[in-house]
T-cell receptor
């Protein structure tokens, strides 16, 4: 069974640009969560999607957005990039039952975004 | 909301020794506690988890213990090997987190484990 797949693996952008990251969850998983990981802040929750609907949202500005498609694949978008957006962006999938609580969460390898 | 604290932040052991990482949580309603291992350049990998109706769980050299009264849980790695070197994260989940800004899993800040050959 294939794991969580994230593309691209690396991205280099300049300030002010926008970026779109893609995530394919494990087959059969309907919930996709996104996290930002930085050395100083650790793992910070961005949002969670289930059945094409945003179910949870973290404390990030509106420049960060996401969506989920009918096949459970998800994308996240960051507009007007800032230097502080440089981070590893991780996607995680789970079955999504029971509101997603108490479920095993499986992570992809992440997209390393560098903003210059 | 839930808060998970993890200690120590760094841990260095000799190959063959045991390593213990401890986490405490604040929400007594939390009832699912996974542990993740993150190697350099990779995403966190689920290595073991425990639910609140169980006090201990083992998987080969890895074990997790849970003390619900004290609200803490620990990861034990025995006979450590160089390939155990990684960052380890604990996490906690509760139905009370549902719909919250922290997401369904609240993570600790991580422990960097170094196993010296």
């Amino acid at each position: 069974k294939a794991g969580v797949t994230q593309t691209p693996r690396y991205l280099i952008k300049t300030r002010g640009q926008q970026v779109t990251l893609s995530c394919s969850p494990i087959s059969g998983h309907r919930s996709v969560s996104w996290y930002q990981q930085t050395p100083g802040q650790g793992l910070q929750f961005l949002f969670e999607y289930f059945s094409e609907t945003q179910r949870n949202k973290g404390n990030f500005p509106g420049r960060f957005s996401g969506r989920q498609f009918s096949n459970s694949r998800s994308e996240m978008n960051v507009s007007t990039l800032e230097l502080g957006d440089s981070a590893l962006y991780l996607c995680a999938s789970s079955l999504g039952a029971s509101g997603g609580v108490n479920e095993k969460l499986f992570f992809g390898s992440g997209t390393q975004l560098s903003v210059l | 909301g839930e808060n998970v604290e993890q200690h120590p932040s760094t841990l260095s052991v000799q190959e063959g020794d045991s390593a213990v990482i401890k986490c405490t949580y604040s929400d007594s309603a939390s009832n699912y506690f996974p542990w993740y291992k993150q190697e350099l350049g990779k995403g966190p990998q689920l290595i073991i988890d425990i639910r609140s109706n169980v006090g201990e769980k083992k998987d080969q050299r890895i074990a997790v213990t849970l003390n619900k009264t004290a609200k803490h849980f620990s990861l034990h790695i025995t006979e450590t090997q160089p390939e155990d070197s990684a960052v380890y994260f604990c996490a906690a989940s509760s139905r009370l987190n549902y719909g919250g800004s922290q997401g369904n899993l609240i993570f600790g800040k991580g422990t960097k484990l170094s196993v010296k050959p």
